[in-house]
């Protein structure tokens, strides 16, 4: 493998299937007192700056946060490789991700 060479790796889902069903699970979310924020993607597309403006808040720092436009670079990111990482990973994960085979 080269430096900077995409490898793929599903090491933490295929050591432990359910640790992402009990990190977000509610008594876990109660037990360490958390309390997400929720933002989807397409908020971030239509509304970046609004997005960002909620985090910053959630977190406590100081108004404004401006986003320096200049700094974004968008670029699709999915290209053969992924579309087969996506298709391995649905493979080997079994009917637990099954509900992602269709988006």
Do not use: C
């Amino acid at each position: 493998m080269k430096l900077g060479e995409a490898l793929y790796g599903n090491f933490t889902l295929s050591a432990d299937p359910g640790l992402v069903s009990r990190m977000y699970a509610p008594e876990t979310m109660a037990r360490l007192a958390a309390q997400p924020l929720v933002v989807a993607y397409e908020e971030i597309l239509s509304d970046a700056q609004h997005v960002v403006d909620r985090i910053a808040t959630h977190m406590g720092v100081a108004m404004p946060v401006p986003i320096d436009r200049t700094l974004i670079t968008l670029s699709v990111q999915r290209d053969e490789q992924s579309v087969e990482w996506r298709e391995r990973f649905l493979a080997e994960a079994g009917d637990e991700f099954r509900r992602l085979a269709d988006r």
